[in-house]
Protein backbone atom coordinates (compact mmCIF):
# COMPACT_ATOMS: atom_id res chain seq x y z
CA UNK A 1 0.00 0.00 0.00
CA UNK A 2 2.01 3.45 -1.34
CA UNK A 3 -0.96 5.79 -0.68
CA UNK A 4 0.79 9.02 0.26
CA UNK A 5 -0.68 12.21 1.84
CA UNK A 6 -0.73 15.43 0.19
CA UNK A 7 -1.80 18.41 2.18
CA UNK A 8 -1.36 21.15 -0.65
CA UNK A 9 -4.30 23.46 -1.30
CA UNK A 10 -4.45 25.56 -4.97
CA UNK A 11 -6.98 28.90 -3.82
CA UNK A 12 -8.35 29.89 -6.96
CA UNK A 13 -11.28 32.68 -5.96
CA UNK A 14 -13.13 32.40 -9.85
CA UNK A 15 -10.19 33.32 -11.65
CA UNK A 16 -11.53 31.78 -14.50
CA UNK A 17 -14.50 33.31 -14.55
CA UNK A 18 -14.05 36.06 -16.53
CA UNK A 19 -12.60 33.82 -19.18
CA UNK A 20 -15.76 31.80 -18.88
CA UNK A 21 -18.09 34.66 -20.00
CA UNK A 22 -15.35 36.13 -22.83
CA UNK A 23 -15.62 32.39 -24.57
CA UNK A 24 -19.37 32.44 -24.33
CA UNK A 25 -20.14 35.45 -25.65
CA UNK A 26 -18.39 34.54 -29.02
CA UNK A 27 -21.09 31.18 -28.90
CA UNK A 28 -24.07 34.36 -28.63
CA UNK A 29 -24.69 32.79 -24.97
CA UNK A 30 -25.03 35.31 -21.66
CA UNK A 31 -24.89 34.42 -17.98
CA UNK A 32 -26.83 36.80 -16.04
CA UNK A 33 -25.39 36.51 -12.31
CA UNK A 34 -28.05 36.33 -9.98
CA UNK A 35 -26.87 37.27 -6.46
CA UNK A 36 -28.10 35.50 -3.48
CA UNK A 37 -26.48 35.03 -0.49
CA UNK A 38 -27.57 31.57 0.82
CA UNK A 39 -25.99 29.96 -1.95
CA UNK A 40 -22.67 31.09 -1.28
CA UNK A 41 -19.95 29.95 -1.62
CA UNK A 42 -21.25 28.85 -4.62
CA UNK A 43 -22.64 31.67 -7.63
CA UNK A 44 -25.67 31.66 -9.32
CA UNK A 45 -25.84 32.41 -13.20
CA UNK A 46 -29.24 32.41 -15.10
CA UNK A 47 -28.84 30.75 -18.82
CA UNK A 48 -32.04 31.23 -21.17
CA UNK A 49 -33.03 27.56 -21.41
CA UNK A 50 -32.20 27.83 -25.74
CA UNK A 51 -28.96 27.90 -24.52
CA UNK A 52 -28.94 25.18 -22.47
CA UNK A 53 -26.69 22.02 -23.13
CA UNK A 54 -24.86 21.98 -26.73
CA UNK A 55 -22.57 24.84 -26.49
CA UNK A 56 -22.64 25.48 -23.19
CA UNK A 57 -21.72 22.25 -22.11
CA UNK A 58 -19.14 22.38 -24.99
CA UNK A 59 -17.46 24.96 -23.66
CA UNK A 60 -17.72 24.40 -19.63
CA UNK A 61 -16.51 20.61 -20.47
CA UNK A 62 -13.40 22.11 -22.29
CA UNK A 63 -12.69 24.82 -19.88
CA UNK A 64 -12.17 21.28 -17.10
CA UNK A 65 -15.52 21.59 -15.41
CA UNK A 66 -16.36 19.03 -13.22
CA UNK A 67 -20.09 18.08 -13.20
CA UNK A 68 -21.21 17.97 -9.68
CA UNK A 69 -25.13 17.78 -9.17
CA UNK A 70 -28.47 19.00 -11.53
CA UNK A 71 -32.18 19.15 -9.80
CA UNK A 72 -35.20 20.45 -11.11
CA UNK A 73 -38.13 22.42 -9.16
CA UNK A 74 -41.78 22.74 -10.71
CA UNK A 75 -43.05 26.58 -10.49
CA UNK A 76 -46.45 25.44 -11.75
CA UNK A 77 -46.42 25.64 -15.30
CA UNK A 78 -42.38 26.43 -15.46
CA UNK A 79 -39.79 24.06 -14.64
CA UNK A 80 -36.19 25.03 -12.74
CA UNK A 81 -33.52 23.43 -13.72
CA UNK A 82 -30.61 23.92 -11.76
CA UNK A 83 -26.85 21.96 -12.81
CA UNK A 84 -24.08 22.33 -9.95
CA UNK A 85 -20.33 22.56 -11.36
CA UNK A 86 -17.38 22.71 -9.95
CA UNK A 87 -13.55 24.30 -10.94
CA UNK A 88 -10.89 24.70 -9.04
CA UNK A 89 -12.96 24.21 -5.93
CA UNK A 90 -14.97 26.92 -6.78
CA UNK A 91 -19.03 26.29 -7.05
CA UNK A 92 -20.53 27.14 -10.16
CA UNK A 93 -24.90 27.23 -10.76
CA UNK A 94 -26.18 27.77 -13.70
CA UNK A 95 -30.04 27.73 -14.35
CA UNK A 96 -32.64 28.05 -16.71
CA UNK A 97 -36.64 28.08 -16.61
CA UNK A 98 -38.21 25.76 -19.08
CA UNK A 99 -42.03 26.50 -19.74
CA UNK A 100 -43.99 23.36 -19.33
CA UNK A 101 -45.52 23.46 -22.84
CA UNK A 102 -41.97 22.62 -23.81
CA UNK A 103 -40.97 21.02 -21.05
CA UNK A 104 -37.10 19.60 -22.63
CA UNK A 105 -33.68 20.70 -22.72
CA UNK A 106 -30.13 20.01 -23.93
CA UNK A 107 -28.97 16.96 -22.47
CA UNK A 108 -25.65 17.67 -20.98
CA UNK A 109 -24.73 14.06 -20.43
CA UNK A 110 -22.63 13.63 -23.82
CA UNK A 111 -19.95 16.02 -22.48
CA UNK A 112 -20.60 15.09 -18.50
CA UNK A 113 -21.21 11.51 -18.13
CA UNK A 114 -21.71 12.49 -13.92
CA UNK A 115 -24.64 13.95 -15.65
CA UNK A 116 -26.30 10.91 -16.95
CA UNK A 117 -28.56 9.62 -14.00
CA UNK A 118 -29.37 12.78 -12.68
CA UNK A 119 -30.55 13.62 -15.90
CA UNK A 120 -32.69 10.59 -15.93
CA UNK A 121 -33.91 10.40 -12.53
CA UNK A 122 -35.19 14.16 -13.58
CA UNK A 123 -37.14 13.23 -16.68
CA UNK A 124 -38.80 9.83 -14.75
CA UNK A 125 -39.91 12.29 -11.90
CA UNK A 126 -40.58 15.69 -13.79
CA UNK A 127 -41.37 14.95 -17.27
CA UNK A 128 -38.52 17.24 -18.46
CA UNK A 129 -36.81 15.63 -21.83
CA UNK A 130 -33.70 15.95 -22.31
CA UNK A 131 -33.37 15.82 -25.75
CA UNK A 132 -30.25 14.17 -27.01
CA UNK A 133 -29.88 12.16 -23.90
CA UNK A 134 -27.56 8.81 -24.98
CA UNK A 135 -29.51 6.58 -22.91
CA UNK A 136 -33.21 7.65 -22.87
CA UNK A 137 -34.16 4.45 -20.72
CA UNK A 138 -35.91 4.89 -17.18
CA UNK A 139 -34.46 5.22 -14.28
CA UNK A 140 -36.24 5.75 -11.33
CA UNK A 141 -39.92 5.18 -12.42
CA UNK A 142 -41.48 2.61 -10.85
CA UNK A 143 -44.30 0.53 -12.40
CA UNK A 144 -46.66 1.97 -9.49
CA UNK A 145 -46.54 4.58 -11.51
CA UNK A 146 -48.23 5.42 -14.97
CA UNK A 147 -46.34 6.87 -17.60
CA UNK A 148 -48.41 10.18 -17.86
CA UNK A 149 -47.69 10.66 -13.66
CA UNK A 150 -44.78 12.31 -12.59
CA UNK A 151 -44.47 11.73 -8.76
CA UNK A 152 -42.39 15.43 -7.96
CA UNK A 153 -44.85 17.74 -9.92
CA UNK A 154 -47.02 19.38 -7.42
CA UNK A 155 -49.98 18.14 -8.64
CA UNK A 156 -49.14 14.61 -7.57
CA UNK A 157 -50.46 13.75 -4.13
CA UNK A 158 -48.05 12.73 -1.75
CA UNK A 159 -49.84 9.10 -1.36
CA UNK A 160 -49.71 8.61 -4.60
CA UNK A 161 -51.99 6.40 -6.39
CA UNK A 162 -51.61 2.82 -5.28
CA UNK A 163 -52.70 0.00 -6.88
CA UNK A 164 -53.79 -3.25 -5.16
CA UNK A 165 -50.62 -4.76 -6.33
CA UNK A 166 -47.87 -3.12 -8.00
CA UNK A 167 -46.60 -5.12 -11.29
CA UNK A 168 -42.94 -6.56 -10.66
CA UNK A 169 -40.36 -4.50 -12.60
CA UNK A 170 -38.74 -6.85 -14.27
CA UNK A 171 -38.51 -5.19 -18.47
CA UNK A 172 -35.85 -3.28 -17.85
CA UNK A 173 -33.78 -3.26 -21.19
CA UNK A 174 -30.34 -4.37 -20.28
CA UNK A 175 -27.74 -4.44 -22.86
CA UNK A 176 -27.41 -8.23 -24.07
CA UNK A 177 -25.07 -9.50 -26.80
CA UNK A 178 -24.48 -12.54 -28.42
CA UNK A 179 -21.64 -14.91 -29.87
CA UNK A 180 -19.73 -17.80 -28.86
CA UNK A 181 -19.11 -18.38 -25.49
CA UNK A 182 -20.80 -15.00 -24.12
CA UNK A 183 -23.38 -15.33 -21.59
CA UNK A 184 -25.68 -13.00 -19.02
CA UNK A 185 -25.18 -13.45 -15.12
CA UNK A 186 -28.25 -12.07 -13.11
CA UNK A 187 -27.19 -10.69 -9.78
CA UNK A 188 -29.65 -9.61 -6.97
CA UNK A 189 -31.98 -7.51 -6.81
CA UNK A 190 -32.14 -9.85 -3.44
CA UNK A 191 -28.66 -10.30 -1.49
CA UNK A 192 -27.45 -12.27 1.07
CA UNK A 193 -27.28 -10.49 4.35
CA UNK A 194 -28.10 -7.20 5.37
CA UNK A 195 -27.18 -5.56 1.96
CA UNK A 196 -29.47 -3.62 0.30
CA UNK A 197 -31.17 -4.34 -2.85
CA UNK A 198 -29.89 -3.87 -6.37
CA UNK A 199 -29.47 -5.52 -10.00
CA UNK A 200 -26.51 -6.52 -11.64
CA UNK A 201 -26.42 -7.88 -14.80
CA UNK A 202 -23.29 -9.35 -15.86
CA UNK A 203 -21.99 -10.16 -19.37
CA UNK A 204 -18.98 -12.63 -19.47
CA UNK A 205 -16.98 -14.82 -21.35
CA UNK A 206 -16.16 -17.77 -19.36
CA UNK A 207 -14.93 -15.70 -15.89
CA UNK A 208 -13.88 -12.56 -17.45
CA UNK A 209 -16.03 -9.52 -17.16
CA UNK A 210 -16.81 -8.10 -20.51
CA UNK A 211 -19.72 -5.26 -19.42
CA UNK A 212 -21.84 -4.74 -16.26
CA UNK A 213 -25.00 -2.62 -16.01
CA UNK A 214 -26.34 -1.72 -12.70
CA UNK A 215 -30.30 -1.30 -12.24
CA UNK A 216 -30.84 0.47 -8.93
CA UNK A 217 -33.90 2.46 -7.63
CA UNK A 218 -35.37 -0.48 -5.59
CA UNK A 219 -35.41 1.31 -2.24
CA UNK A 220 -36.82 4.29 -3.41
CA UNK A 221 -38.60 6.17 -0.58
CA UNK A 222 -39.83 9.82 -1.85
CA UNK A 223 -37.80 11.49 0.25
CA UNK A 224 -38.32 14.46 -2.39
CA UNK A 225 -41.55 14.55 -2.27
CA UNK A 226 -42.18 13.79 1.55
CA UNK A 227 -39.92 16.88 2.37
CA UNK A 228 -42.17 19.40 0.92
CA UNK A 229 -44.26 21.17 3.50
CA UNK A 230 -42.04 19.77 6.65
CA UNK A 231 -40.36 22.42 9.10
CA UNK A 232 -36.76 22.57 9.39
CA UNK A 233 -36.58 20.46 12.31
CA UNK A 234 -38.55 17.73 10.56
CA UNK A 235 -36.43 18.04 7.48
CA UNK A 236 -33.33 17.48 9.35
CA UNK A 237 -34.67 14.26 10.85
CA UNK A 238 -35.62 13.28 7.06
CA UNK A 239 -31.99 13.96 6.25
CA UNK A 240 -30.47 12.12 8.82
CA UNK A 241 -32.42 8.64 7.41
CA UNK A 242 -31.48 9.50 3.41
CA UNK A 243 -28.74 6.93 4.25
CA UNK A 244 -28.18 5.53 7.76
CA UNK A 245 -24.06 5.08 7.67
CA UNK A 246 -24.00 8.63 6.46
CA UNK A 247 -26.80 10.13 8.58
CA UNK A 248 -23.98 13.04 10.08
CA UNK A 249 -23.45 14.37 6.50
CA UNK A 250 -26.65 14.70 5.32
CA UNK A 251 -28.39 16.44 8.57
CA UNK A 252 -25.47 18.60 8.15
CA UNK A 253 -25.47 18.97 4.59
CA UNK A 254 -29.34 19.95 5.33
CA UNK A 255 -28.95 22.36 8.00
CA UNK A 256 -26.00 23.97 6.38
CA UNK A 257 -28.47 24.52 3.66
CA UNK A 258 -30.88 25.92 5.81
CA UNK A 259 -29.10 28.19 7.82
CA UNK A 260 -27.90 29.80 4.92
CA UNK A 261 -31.14 30.36 3.74
CA UNK A 262 -32.15 31.85 6.96
CA UNK A 263 -29.29 33.83 7.36
CA UNK A 264 -28.27 32.22 10.35
CA UNK A 265 -24.48 31.19 12.32
CA UNK A 266 -24.27 28.54 14.31
CA UNK A 267 -22.39 28.90 18.06
CA UNK A 268 -19.15 28.05 17.84
CA UNK A 269 -18.66 25.13 19.67
CA UNK A 270 -22.05 23.62 18.05
CA UNK A 271 -19.69 23.96 14.91
CA UNK A 272 -16.77 21.63 16.49
CA UNK A 273 -18.90 19.11 17.63
CA UNK A 274 -20.34 18.85 14.34
CA UNK A 275 -17.28 18.29 12.51
CA UNK A 276 -16.08 15.67 15.56
CA UNK A 277 -19.82 13.91 14.82
CA UNK A 278 -18.88 13.99 11.33
CA UNK A 279 -15.14 12.58 12.16
CA UNK A 280 -16.37 9.73 13.75
CA UNK A 281 -19.26 8.63 11.53
CA UNK A 282 -15.99 8.78 8.92
CA UNK A 283 -13.66 6.31 11.20
CA UNK A 284 -16.49 4.05 12.20
CA UNK A 285 -17.81 3.44 8.10
CA UNK A 286 -13.96 3.20 7.01
CA UNK A 287 -13.18 0.48 9.81
CA UNK A 288 -16.26 -1.60 8.88
CA UNK A 289 -15.08 -1.57 5.27
CA UNK A 290 -12.13 -1.87 5.51
CA UNK A 291 -12.97 -4.94 7.42
CA UNK A 292 -15.82 -6.32 4.72
CA UNK A 293 -12.66 -5.83 2.20
CA UNK A 294 -10.79 -8.72 4.00
CA UNK A 295 -13.63 -10.71 4.20
CA UNK A 296 -14.40 -11.17 0.83
CA UNK A 297 -11.27 -12.37 0.26
CA UNK A 298 -11.54 -14.95 3.05
CA UNK A 299 -9.54 -13.15 5.37
CA UNK A 300 -10.92 -13.75 8.29
CA UNK A 301 -8.84 -12.66 11.18
CA UNK A 302 -8.71 -8.79 9.74
CA UNK A 303 -12.78 -8.87 9.33
CA UNK A 304 -12.76 -10.16 13.11
CA UNK A 305 -10.43 -6.94 14.63
CA UNK A 306 -11.88 -4.76 12.10
CA UNK A 307 -15.22 -5.49 13.23
CA UNK A 308 -14.38 -5.90 16.79
CA UNK A 309 -12.57 -2.08 16.33
CA UNK A 310 -15.99 -0.56 14.52
CA UNK A 311 -18.37 -1.90 17.25
CA UNK A 312 -16.09 -0.98 20.28
CA UNK A 313 -16.12 2.90 18.47
CA UNK A 314 -19.88 3.03 17.92
CA UNK A 315 -20.31 1.90 21.44
CA UNK A 316 -18.05 4.99 22.39
CA UNK A 317 -20.43 7.24 20.33
CA UNK A 318 -23.77 5.62 22.23
CA UNK A 319 -22.25 6.66 25.60
CA UNK A 320 -21.15 9.82 24.59
CA UNK A 321 -23.65 10.84 22.63
CA UNK A 322 -26.96 8.59 23.07
CA UNK A 323 -26.86 7.02 19.77
CA UNK A 324 -24.59 4.27 17.87
CA UNK A 325 -24.67 6.39 14.22
CA UNK A 326 -24.75 9.78 15.92
CA UNK A 327 -28.14 10.09 14.38
CA UNK A 328 -30.66 13.24 15.10
CA UNK A 329 -27.02 14.76 16.87
CA UNK A 330 -27.30 17.56 14.25
CA UNK A 331 -30.34 20.07 14.15
CA UNK A 332 -30.92 23.35 12.68
CA UNK A 333 -29.20 26.06 14.29
CA UNK A 334 -26.25 23.84 16.14
CA UNK A 335 -26.47 20.82 17.89
CA UNK A 336 -28.80 18.29 20.03
CA UNK A 337 -25.87 17.04 21.90
CA UNK A 338 -23.22 18.47 24.58
CA UNK A 339 -20.13 17.10 25.67
CA UNK A 340 -18.22 17.25 29.52
CA UNK A 341 -14.76 17.75 29.86
CA UNK A 342 -14.96 13.91 31.20
CA UNK A 343 -16.19 13.23 27.64
CA UNK A 344 -13.60 14.71 26.41
CA UNK A 345 -10.69 13.07 27.76
CA UNK A 346 -12.17 9.32 27.48
CA UNK A 347 -12.61 10.23 23.78
CA UNK A 348 -9.17 11.34 23.86
CA UNK A 349 -8.19 7.76 25.56
CA UNK A 350 -9.96 6.35 22.50
CA UNK A 351 -8.21 7.67 20.07
CA UNK A 352 -4.68 6.47 21.44
CA UNK A 353 -6.13 3.26 21.81
CA UNK A 354 -7.13 2.86 18.15
CA UNK A 355 -4.45 4.80 16.66
CA UNK A 356 -2.15 1.81 18.41
CA UNK A 357 -4.49 -1.29 17.55
CA UNK A 358 -4.72 0.24 13.71
CA UNK A 359 -0.32 0.49 13.77
CA UNK A 360 -0.42 -3.44 14.95
CA UNK A 361 -2.74 -4.62 11.99
CA UNK A 362 -1.23 -2.13 9.10
CA UNK A 363 1.75 -4.85 8.97
CA UNK A 364 -0.22 -7.69 8.41
CA UNK A 365 -2.14 -6.07 5.90
CA UNK A 366 0.38 -4.75 4.02
CA UNK A 367 2.76 -8.35 4.04
CA UNK A 368 0.03 -10.47 3.56
CA UNK A 369 0.78 -11.97 0.34
CA UNK A 370 -2.04 -13.74 -0.77
CA UNK A 371 -4.18 -10.66 0.60
CA UNK A 372 -2.07 -8.61 -1.55
CA UNK A 373 -2.51 -10.89 -4.84
CA UNK A 374 -6.18 -10.43 -4.43
CA UNK A 375 -6.03 -6.87 -4.03
CA UNK A 376 -3.33 -5.25 -6.19
CA UNK A 377 -4.65 -4.86 -9.31
CA UNK A 378 -8.00 -6.14 -8.85
CA UNK A 379 -11.08 -3.36 -10.09
CA UNK A 380 -8.26 -0.99 -11.26
CA UNK A 381 -10.15 2.60 -12.19
CA UNK A 382 -7.73 5.20 -14.91
CA UNK A 383 -7.23 8.73 -13.58
CA UNK A 384 -9.14 9.15 -16.93
CA UNK A 385 -12.31 7.33 -16.24
CA UNK A 386 -12.23 8.28 -12.55
CA UNK A 387 -12.51 12.06 -13.81
CA UNK A 388 -14.88 11.18 -16.30
CA UNK A 389 -17.47 10.24 -14.43
CA UNK A 390 -16.81 12.73 -12.05
CA UNK A 391 -15.63 10.39 -9.20
CA UNK A 392 -15.49 11.70 -5.71
CA UNK A 393 -13.75 10.77 -2.37
CA UNK A 394 -11.63 7.78 -1.59
CA UNK A 395 -12.86 6.56 -5.41
CA UNK A 396 -11.45 9.65 -7.32
CA UNK A 397 -8.47 9.94 -4.54
CA UNK A 398 -7.16 6.44 -4.76
CA UNK A 399 -7.07 7.49 -8.90
CA UNK A 400 -4.73 10.07 -7.96
CA UNK A 401 -7.80 12.41 -8.10
CA UNK A 402 -7.21 14.94 -5.42
CA UNK A 403 -9.78 16.34 -3.99
CA UNK A 404 -11.49 16.73 -0.40
CA UNK A 405 -13.92 20.27 0.48
CA UNK A 406 -12.01 20.04 4.33
CA UNK A 407 -8.86 21.07 2.52
CA UNK A 408 -9.81 22.76 -0.99
CA UNK A 409 -12.83 24.41 -0.26
CA UNK A 410 -12.85 24.40 4.03
CA UNK A 411 -15.56 25.30 5.66
CA UNK A 412 -16.04 25.88 9.79
CA UNK A 413 -13.99 24.48 11.64
CA UNK A 414 -11.84 22.81 8.73
CA UNK A 415 -10.74 26.28 8.10
CA UNK A 416 -9.15 26.38 10.94
CA UNK A 417 -7.09 22.98 10.45
CA UNK A 418 -4.90 22.05 7.85
CA UNK A 419 -6.58 18.36 6.60
CA UNK A 420 -3.96 15.95 5.18
CA UNK A 421 -5.85 14.24 2.38
CA UNK A 422 -4.69 10.26 1.44
CA UNK A 423 -4.11 10.08 -2.33
CA UNK A 424 -3.01 7.38 -4.67
CA UNK A 425 -1.87 7.00 -8.40
CA UNK A 426 -2.82 2.78 -8.13
CA UNK A 427 -6.50 3.13 -8.63
CA UNK A 428 -7.02 -0.66 -7.66
CA UNK A 429 -8.95 -1.99 -4.36
CA UNK A 430 -5.49 -2.19 -2.62
CA UNK A 431 -5.47 1.59 -3.32
CA UNK A 432 -8.81 1.94 -2.31
CA UNK A 433 -8.27 0.00 1.21
CA UNK A 434 -4.77 1.96 1.44
CA UNK A 435 -6.39 5.64 1.26
CA UNK A 436 -9.13 4.78 3.66
CA UNK A 437 -6.83 3.07 5.96
CA UNK A 438 -4.64 6.45 6.06
CA UNK A 439 -7.77 8.87 6.00
CA UNK A 440 -8.73 7.22 9.09
CA UNK A 441 -4.92 8.18 10.04
CA UNK A 442 -5.82 11.69 9.22
CA UNK A 443 -9.30 11.61 10.52
CA UNK A 444 -8.21 10.51 14.17
CA UNK A 445 -5.70 13.78 13.90
CA UNK A 446 -8.20 15.76 13.40
CA UNK A 447 -10.69 14.73 16.25
CA UNK A 448 -7.30 15.30 18.89
CA UNK A 449 -6.89 18.70 17.34
CA UNK A 450 -11.16 19.71 17.37
CA UNK A 451 -11.02 18.25 20.43
CA UNK A 452 -8.14 20.52 22.05
CA UNK A 453 -9.31 23.82 20.36
CA UNK A 454 -13.06 22.59 21.06
CA UNK A 455 -14.98 26.34 22.30
CA UNK A 456 -15.50 26.53 26.35
CA UNK A 457 -19.00 25.12 27.76
CA UNK A 458 -21.27 27.59 25.91
CA UNK A 459 -24.95 27.74 23.90
CA UNK A 460 -24.68 24.84 21.54
CA UNK A 461 -27.86 26.47 19.54
CA UNK A 462 -28.88 29.34 17.81
CA UNK A 463 -32.35 30.80 17.79
CA UNK A 464 -34.35 29.69 14.68
CA UNK A 465 -35.05 33.01 12.29
CA UNK A 466 -38.04 32.34 9.91
CA UNK A 467 -36.63 32.54 6.51
CA UNK A 468 -38.85 34.72 3.59
CA UNK A 469 -40.61 32.59 1.23
CA UNK A 470 -38.18 31.63 -1.69
CA UNK A 471 -35.31 31.66 0.59
CA UNK A 472 -32.64 29.21 -1.25
CA UNK A 473 -29.33 27.43 0.42
CA UNK A 474 -26.49 24.96 -0.66
CA UNK A 475 -25.09 22.87 1.62
CA UNK A 476 -21.21 21.58 0.35
CA UNK A 477 -19.18 19.27 2.55
CA UNK A 478 -17.19 16.50 2.65
CA UNK A 479 -18.85 13.24 3.76
CA UNK A 480 -16.81 9.60 4.79
CA UNK A 481 -17.79 9.07 1.16
CA UNK A 482 -16.98 12.16 -0.52
CA UNK A 483 -18.20 15.64 -1.62
CA UNK A 484 -21.89 15.90 -0.49
CA UNK A 485 -24.38 17.89 -1.88
CA UNK A 486 -28.03 19.67 -0.88
CA UNK A 487 -30.50 22.42 -2.19
CA UNK A 488 -33.02 24.14 -0.20
CA UNK A 489 -35.51 26.44 -1.07
CA UNK A 490 -37.80 27.94 1.52
CA UNK A 491 -41.86 28.19 0.53
CA UNK A 492 -44.60 30.27 2.90
CA UNK A 493 -44.55 30.05 6.71
CA UNK A 494 -41.17 28.38 7.50
CA UNK A 495 -42.12 25.21 5.20
CA UNK A 496 -40.17 23.77 3.16
CA UNK A 497 -40.82 23.86 -0.64
CA UNK A 498 -38.00 21.60 -2.12
CA UNK A 499 -35.27 19.62 -1.12
CA UNK A 500 -32.49 17.94 -3.27
CA UNK A 501 -29.64 15.67 -1.57
CA UNK A 502 -27.06 14.47 -3.89
CA UNK A 503 -25.29 11.82 -2.10
CA UNK A 504 -21.72 10.98 -3.45
CA UNK A 505 -23.23 7.95 -4.49
CA UNK A 506 -25.15 9.05 -7.32
CA UNK A 507 -21.18 9.66 -8.91
CA UNK A 508 -19.37 6.85 -7.87
CA UNK A 509 -21.62 3.98 -8.51
CA UNK A 510 -21.58 4.26 -12.23
CA UNK A 511 -17.45 3.36 -11.98
CA UNK A 512 -18.45 0.07 -10.79
CA UNK A 513 -19.64 -0.65 -14.26
CA UNK A 514 -15.94 1.01 -15.64
CA UNK A 515 -13.65 -1.23 -13.28
CA UNK A 516 -15.18 -4.41 -13.28
CA UNK A 517 -14.53 -5.51 -16.74
CA UNK A 518 -12.02 -7.72 -17.55
CA UNK A 519 -11.89 -8.92 -13.92
CA UNK A 520 -13.34 -12.12 -12.82
CA UNK A 521 -16.93 -12.47 -12.11
CA UNK A 522 -15.99 -13.83 -8.51
CA UNK A 523 -13.57 -10.61 -7.97
CA UNK A 524 -17.42 -8.76 -8.07
CA UNK A 525 -17.97 -8.59 -3.97
CA UNK A 526 -14.36 -7.85 -3.47
CA UNK A 527 -14.59 -4.90 -6.52
CA UNK A 528 -18.06 -3.67 -4.66
CA UNK A 529 -17.28 -3.40 -1.46
CA UNK A 530 -14.28 -1.33 -2.38
CA UNK A 531 -16.59 1.06 -3.81
CA UNK A 532 -19.59 0.58 -1.08
CA UNK A 533 -21.86 2.70 -2.90
CA UNK A 534 -25.31 3.35 -1.09
CA UNK A 535 -28.22 1.97 -2.65
CA UNK A 536 -30.71 4.01 -0.44
CA UNK A 537 -28.30 7.28 -0.82
CA UNK A 538 -28.22 7.18 -5.13
CA UNK A 539 -32.13 6.52 -4.89
CA UNK A 540 -34.42 9.32 -3.57
Given amino acids: MNAALNSNAAPSGFDWLSELQTNLVYRDIALKEIINDGLQP ?32 DGGGVFTVTACLEKQA ?17 SFTPYFPAADRMERHAADLFGVRFLDHPDPRRWTRHQAWSEHQFPLRKDFPVSGTPLTLTPPDHNYPFISAQGNGVYEIPVGPVHAGTIEPGHFR ?61 GITVPPRAVFLRAIFAERERIANHLGDIGGICNDVGFAFAHHQFSRLREIWQRD ?14 VPGGVAKNID ?60 VDYDLRRDAPYPPYDRFPVKVACSKDGDVAARLSVRY ?36 IGLLESWRGELVCYVRFGENNRIARYY ?40
Avoid at 317 to 330: C, E, K, P, Q, V
Avoid at 441 to 469: G, H, K, M, N, S
Fill in 438 to 473: DDVYAALDLLERLLVALPPQQDILTAWRVPPAGAEG
Fill in 42 to 73: ARLFEVAHEHWGRDLAQEIKQMDFRFVALWVE
Fill in 341 to 400: EQTVEAMRASLLRLRGELDELRLPLDNNGSLQDRLVTAGYLSQEVARGFGCVGYMARASN
Fill in 90 to 106: DYLLLRCFVPGQIAGIP
Fill in 501 to 540: PRDPSVLNWPSLEKLIHNNIVPDFPLCNKSVNGSYSGQDL
Fill in 317 to 330: SYAGFGHRLLMDTI
Fill in 202 to 262: FLAVGETVLNLEEHLGYTHKGIEKIAEGRDPQALSRLAGRVSGDATVAHAWAACMAMERAA
